[in-house]
């Protein structure tokens, strides 16, 4: 009967199937009621049937029997345990499953399980995708909007990567109320400005955006607005992601740690927040590396810096400091044919940087491209060292 199960499983989640559901629901429904009852039911011992069957530990079995006392015969989990290897599950997949979420030995494959599968096939989801849900949060699959759910979440966020993305992140998503939560947050962020795409990006990087408190979003937008970034920017996406989640009190000592590393004033530090709001989320460590360089090394302005804040979100170790290096070094050679700044130069593509001040001088530097590399990766060449 378990192999009879696993077949019509396995023909219920494939995507060819689709017009035959009914049938095989009924098929399956029609199995499960004809498997054959213990002749004595008090002696199914669930903790050794989640040891034995389910592949969960002791201690597992345990804990997860707890929620399963109720049950008298293995028909149940048996078909739950055959619709998930119809998803692909291996014995140690449903075993994890099954220790996260024991409930799910309860759920009625024919009535529950097959038809969620069925609808999110419909709305162009894969069995490795549904088998991935079900994975991340098992307890909100057998719940009974989660079809609905995705079938509005799918759209908005753009595919079902950039969705499963957040799921590893968020799996309350599936939980979360969507019209007196997820939905007044969209429409509130579309009203400040930001188009379907910018609030997909927003919300993949920050997924709590759509699920938390209307009001504390709009707490947010209020930050960044105070930080110089109002509504109907091109730079608030940046400005969210940046302040979300943040006190007002780690955004002040934030700032004030910008100020005294790069030597701001106090509008110099805000004109640099409000161009990259990123800064904000540096660590500390890397903005007083890049200070020390750029300032006491490149010899750059503060308030030079403060107008290009963009400098600041470059890698140190892999873009700022070794092409200052190469351009020292070809300047120095008198490989040049005009004066590049180093602003201009830090701003260039890796692609266009190469091309314009490593490959033309391989015959006059033939180590050139090689202490590049090796700059890229944290060391300083001997050839790029000037008394």
Not at 106 to 111: I, T
Not at 161 to 177: G, Y
Not at 284 to 291: A, E, F, G, I, V
Not at 327 to 345: C, E, I, Q, T
Request: with cysteine; glycine share 4%.
């Amino acid at each position: 009967m378990l192999r009879l199960r696993e077949c019509v499983v396995s023909r219920l989640l494939s995507p060819s199937s689709t017009s035959a559901v009914s049938p095989l629901l009924r098929l399956l429904s029609a199995s499960a009621s004809a498997a054959p009852i213990s002749p004595n039911p008090s002696s199914f011992a669930v903790e050794e049937y989640l040891v034995a069957t389910c592949g969960l530990t002791r201690p597992q079995a345990l804990k997860a029997s707890t929620k399963l006392s109720h049950l008298k015969t293995p028909d149940k989990p048996n078909a739950v345990l055959a619709f998930l290897a119809g998803l692909g599950f291996s014995g140690a997949d449903a075993a994890a499953v099954v220790a996260k979420d024991p409930r799910l030995l309860c759920v009625k494959v024919d009535k529950t399980l097959g038809p969620k599968v069925m609808g999110l096939i419909g709305i162009g989801m894969s069995r490795p995708d549904i088998a991935c849900i079900v994975s991340l949060a098992p307890y909100r699959f057998r719940s009974r909007n989660i079809v609905s759910k995705l079938h509005y979440y799918l759209p908005l966020i753009g595919s079902v990567d950039n969705l499963l993305r957040m799921l590893k992140r968020e799996s309350p998503l599936l939980s979360a109320d969507l019209d007196k939560v997820v939905k007044p947050n969209v429409v509130f962020l579309r009203e400040c400005g930001l188009g379907a795409c910018d609030i997909a990006k927003l919300c993949i990087r920050v997924p709590r955006m759509l699920t938390t408190n209307p009001e504390r979003v709009r707490a947010m937008v209020a930050c960044a607005e105070r930080l110089g970034v109002p509504r109907g920017s091109g730079m608030l996406r940046q400005a969210l992601q940046a302040v979300a989640f943040l006190s007002e009190e780690k955004v002040a000592a934030k700032l004030e740690y910008l100020k005294n590393t790069f030597r701001w004033s106090h509008a110099e530090a805000g004109i640099a927040v409000s161009k990259a709001p990123i800064l904000l989320r540096r660590s500390k460590d890397t903005l007083q590396r890049t200070s020390e360089f750029l300032i006491s090394e490149a010899g750059l302005e503060p308030a030079r810096i403060a107008h290009r804040p963009i400098l600041l979100t470059y890698s140190l170790d892999g873009r700022l400091r070794p092409r200052y290096y190469v351009l020292k070094f070809v300047k120095a050679n008198g490989l040049l044919d005009r004066d590049w700044s180093y602003l201009s130069v830090v701003d260039m593509t890796e692609n266009v940087f190469v091309e314009k001040f490593v490959c033309p001088h391989m015959e006059a530097a033939p180590h050139l491209a090689e202490d590049y590399a090796a700059a890229c990766r944290g060391e300083v060449p001997t050839r790029f060292i000037f008394a």
